[in-house]
């Protein structure tokens, strides 16, 4: 329900915690589908968008350059709008899943702390 949510919990598969390693205690499991559903944007307080900008450019500086130009020509604005009904926040949304999935695929159970 939040965009944080969209660009990161959706796309990860863990859900463990820290226990004398990293992911020490949980479980791993591939959901089939992950379906991003805008319409809680709105919501949202300025805050959580925020941070969620955080996650979206760190993909980007690391993976995808064209993702960051999106963020710095239309950040400033999609943040005012909480990337409500926009159809360069649903590239970026879109844009990010992709880029987590890249990142996450080659060690997807985190076994080698790659990224």
């Known amino acids: ?35 991003v559903d805008a319409a809680f944007l709105p919501t949202l307080e ?4 925020i941070s ?11 993976h995808d350059a064209s993702l960051f130009d999106l963020m710095e020509t239309h950040g400033r604005r999609l943040v005012e709008r909480n990337f409500v009904d926009d159809e360069i926040a649903d590239e970026i949304i879109k844009r990010s899943v992709d880029t987590m999935l890249e990142c996450i695929g080659p060690d997807l159970w985190e076994e080698s702390l790659l990224r």
């Not at 959706?10 to 463990?16: P, R």
């Not at 300025?46 to 968008?49: E, F, K, L, P, T």
């Not at 969620?52 to 450019?57: D, P």
């Open 1 to 35: 329900t939040t965009l944080l949510g969209m660009v990161d919990a959706s796309v990860g598969i863990k859900v463990a915690v820290n226990y004398h390693r990293k992911n020490g205690v949980g479980h791993f499991y591939s959901p089939i589908h992950t379906f």
């Open 46 to 49: 300025r805050a959580d968008v």
């Open 52 to 62: 969620a900008c955080g996650e979206i450019m760190k993909a980007a500086l690391v």
